[in-house]
């Protein structure tokens, strides 16, 4: 009898934390001026909410072939952060290919202005937001990794943290991948587009201490050799950041693990800025 209670009360428990964990989830159409169109993003934001004051933003950018329900239908856990660390979370649409970049070839593409002005004026304006970098982060994975790294270090003033998950983070040993191509003009024919807007080569925008960073690759992933350069280029130069490896490979199992080290990391920059 003992053990039948034991286990009506564990199940008791397990049903009131699954309603403890109850972030709201919301499709909502943002606007881009710079491109003159409506852009659905996915904003997540924790069940206290409408109790809170202003709170940290933690966007997550998705990758290549990928869109804006991206994270919220392949790592079903995402919302739970928002309620663990209370934070907004924002997964914007990053239309299919635009590596976030504001595109010289195609000006339908200005991703990186849509993503680092107007998509965060958009999220400061409709919801109860911390309106300075202390309290604006960014992450994603592979595509949206290298976009997460390339807005934040072009941003500075916009964004406080940043981090990456399975980034491309050196775009030129892939010159003919992943509509790079379409975006920036091929390599051939723009070396220089190309040596610009590759992550690595941005260091030079970076002040030790200028920005909270971690870098998370697997090791059978085909961008792990390309972030253990960036990482020992950071560390040549005395840039601060965390950097994760192990085991896994470029897939949602790896990110879904990933998510929750990204999380942990902005919601502790978080906490030390609003300390200071």
Same mark, same amino acid.
């Given at each position: 009898?003992?053990? #039948? =209670?034991?286990?009506?009360?564990?199940?008791?428990?397990?049903?009131?934390?699954?309603?403890?964990?109850?972030?709201?989830?919301?499709?909502?159409?943002?606007?881009?001026?710079?491109?003159?169109?409506?852009?659905?993003?996915?904003?997540?934001?924790?069940?206290?909410? !409408? /109790?809170?004051?202003?709170?940290?933003?933690?966007?997550v950018l998705h990758g290549y072939?990928?869109?804006?329900?991206?994270?919220?239908?392949?790592?079903? /856990?995402?919302?739970?952060?928002?309620?663990? &660390?209370?934070?907004?979370?924002?997964?914007?649409?990053?239309?299919?290919?635009?590596? &976030?970049?504001? @595109?010289?070839?195609?000006? @339908?593409?200005?991703?990186?202005?849509?993503?680092?002005?107007?998509?965060?004026?958009?999220?400061?304006?409709?919801?109860?937001?911390?309106?300075? =970098?202390?309290?604006?982060?960014?992450?994603?994975? @592979?595509?949206?990794?290298?976009? !997460?790294?390339?807005? !934040?270090?072009?941003?500075?003033?916009?964004?406080?943290?940043?981090?990456?998950?399975?980034?491309?983070?050196?775009?030129?040993?892939?010159?003919?991948?992943?509509?790079?191509?379409?975006?920036?003009?091929? &390599? !051939?024919?723009?070396?220089? =587009?190309?040596?610009?807007?590759?992550?690595?080569?941005?260091?030079?925008?970076?002040?030790?201490?200028?920005?909270?960073?971690?870098?998370?690759?697997?090791?059978?992933?085909?961008?792990? =050799?390309?972030?253990?350069? #960036?990482?020992?280029?950071?560390?040549?130069?005395?840039?601060?950041?965390?950097?994760?490896?192990?085991?896994?490979?470029?897939?949602?199992?790896?990110?879904?693990?990933?998510?929750?080290?990204?999380?942990?990391?902005?919601?502790?920059?978080?906490?030390?800025?609003?300390?200071?």
């Amino acid at each position: 009898m003992n053990y #039948l =209670r034991t286990l009506l009360l564990l199940g008791f428990l397990a049903v009131i934390r699954q309603a403890v964990w109850a972030a709201k989830i919301d499709t909502v159409d943002t606007y881009s001026a710079s491109m003159k169109k409506t852009i659905k993003a996915v904003v997540m934001t924790p069940d206290s909410y !409408a /109790n809170d004051n202003e709170l940290p933003v933690l966007y997550v950018l998705h990758g290549y072939s990928g869109n804006y329900g991206d994270w919220v239908k392949k790592a079903p /856990n995402i919302h739970k952060l928002a309620d663990l &660390y209370q934070m907004i979370i924002v997964c914007p649409d990053g239309n299919f290919g635009s590596w &976030y970049w504001d @595109s010289p070839v195609d000006p @339908s593409f200005k991703y990186e202005t849509y993503v680092a002005d107007e998509l965060v004026t958009w999220i400061d304006s409709h919801y109860k937001t911390v309106k300075n =970098r202390s309290g604006r982060a960014i992450t994603g994975l @592979s595509m949206g990794g290298h976009g !997460a790294l390339f807005l !934040a270090f072009r941003h500075q003033t916009v964004f406080g943290a940043a981090g990456s998950m399975s980034g491309g983070v050196d775009i030129r040993p892939f010159p003919n991948n992943w509509d790079m191509a379409k975006r920036l003009g091929t &390599y !051939a024919q723009f070396p220089e =587009r190309w040596e610009q807007n590759t992550v690595i080569n941005l260091l030079h925008l970076l002040t030790p201490g200028s920005l909270a960073l971690l870098i998370d690759c697997g090791t059978e992933d085909f961008f792990y =050799r390309v972030n253990t350069n #960036l990482h020992e280029k950071m560390l040549e130069r005395n840039i601060a950041h965390d950097y994760i490896t192990r085991p896994g490979a470029h897939n949602w199992a790896y990110w879904n693990n990933a998510i929750t080290y990204q999380a942990l990391f902005m919601r502790q920059f978080f906490d030390k800025t609003k300390a200071n």
